[in-house]
């Protein structure tokens, strides 16, 4: 079984609406589809499960406005993280890439990762020979960029595996700086700096980060 990594760009008309307001705005730092299912006789029911960390007001006051959402539930983790659960009438700009993925004996584990400028990027594992037919079935308004190919195996994910892209990117900032030093020669200040974000911000990516890694680590020498 093979696993395919690709990053997609889709030209905003084709974004949802959460989408583009993420691009738009600060409120969110970071979000991720964790889950979802099509339901109904057309399957045009969308629910999906979204981690989102950011502002959770703007966010939400955005959920309400959303015309193909039908009903939505937001429960919060702490001051700049929550999770969404979301029902939503599947959009025909969503069906024009989807469609792709139909016919194709593939499957996309999660999550599938949102960044601040509309990409998102995900794991597609199947047959190898089912990726380019993918990748040729995508709309060309679709910009798509391999990033690995190879043998499926989460046994032997790093470490770091379960961190995100701005927890990894604290992280890389945190050793630059010298903040896991001993003694400890940069401080949240100097990461928060590099990364634009509020001191809170860092320190609470780097908490997160820290009790993923260490939680991997005891697990792995625990077996």
Same mark, same amino acid.
């Given at each position: 079984?093979?696993?395919?990594?690709?990053?997609?760009?889709?030209?905003?008309?084709?974004?949802?609406?959460?989408?583009?307001?993420?691009?738009?705005?600060?409120?969110?730092?970071?979000?991720?589809?964790?889950?979802?299912?099509?339901?109904?006789?057309?399957?045009?029911?969308?629910?999906?499960?979204?981690?989102?960390?950011?502002?959770?007001?703007?966010?939400?006051?955005?959920?309400?406005?959303?015309?193909?959402?039908?009903?939505?539930?937001?429960?919060?983790?702490?001051?700049?993280?929550?999770?969404?659960?979301?029902?939503?009438?599947?959009?025909?700009?969503?069906?024009?890439?989807?469609?792709?993925?139909?016919?194709?004996?593939?499957?996309?584990?999660?999550?599938?990762?949102?960044?601040?400028?509309?990409?998102?990027?995900?794991?597609?594992?199947?047959?190898?020979?089912?990726?380019?037919?993918?990748?040729?079935?995508?709309?060309?308004?679709?910009?798509?960029? @391999? !990033?690995? &190919?190879?043998?499926?195996?989460?046994?032997?994910?790093?470490? $770091?595996?379960? %961190?995100?892209? =701005?927890?990894? *990117?604290?992280?890389?900032?945190?050793?630059?700086?010298?903040?896991?030093?001993?003694?400890?020669?940069?401080? @949240? !200040?100097? &990461?928060?700096?590099?990364?634009?974000?509020?001191?809170?911000? $860092?320190?609470? %990516?780097?908490? =997160?980060?820290? *009790?993923?890694?260490?939680?991997?680590?005891?697990?792995?020498?625990?077996?």
């Amino acid at each position: 079984m093979k696993y395919l990594d690709i990053r997609l760009r889709q030209p905003e008309w084709m974004m949802h609406p959460m989408q583009v307001f993420a691009k738009r705005s600060d409120a969110v730092e970071y979000e991720e589809l964790q889950a979802w299912n099509l339901i109904g006789s057309q399957l045009n029911v969308e629910y999906e499960l979204f981690y989102v960390e950011g502002d959770r007001q703007p966010y939400e006051a955005k959920l309400d406005s959303v015309d193909s959402i039908r009903w939505y539930d937001l429960t919060p983790i702490d001051d700049g993280a929550f999770y969404v659960y979301v029902c939503q009438q599947r959009r025909e700009e969503d069906v024009v890439w989807q469609e792709a993925f139909a016919a194709l004996d593939l499957l996309v584990v999660p999550p599938v990762v949102y960044d601040d400028s509309g990409e998102f990027s995900m794991t597609v594992v199947g047959e190898g020979e089912e990726f380019q037919t993918l990748l040729e079935g995508l709309p060309e308004d679709i910009d798509v960029t @391999v !990033e690995t &190919v190879g043998e499926y195996d989460r046994r032997h994910v790093p470490v $770091a595996g379960d %961190l995100t892209d =701005r927890q990894l *990117a604290a992280v890389s900032t945190a050793v630059e700086v010298g903040y896991y030093e001993v003694p400890r020669e940069g401080s @949240v !200040e100097e &990461v928060a700096a590099r990364l634009d974000c509020a001191a809170s911000t $860092a320190s609470k %990516l780097l908490q =997160r980060a820290e *009790a993923s890694v260490l939680s991997r680590v005891v697990d792995y020498h625990g077996r």
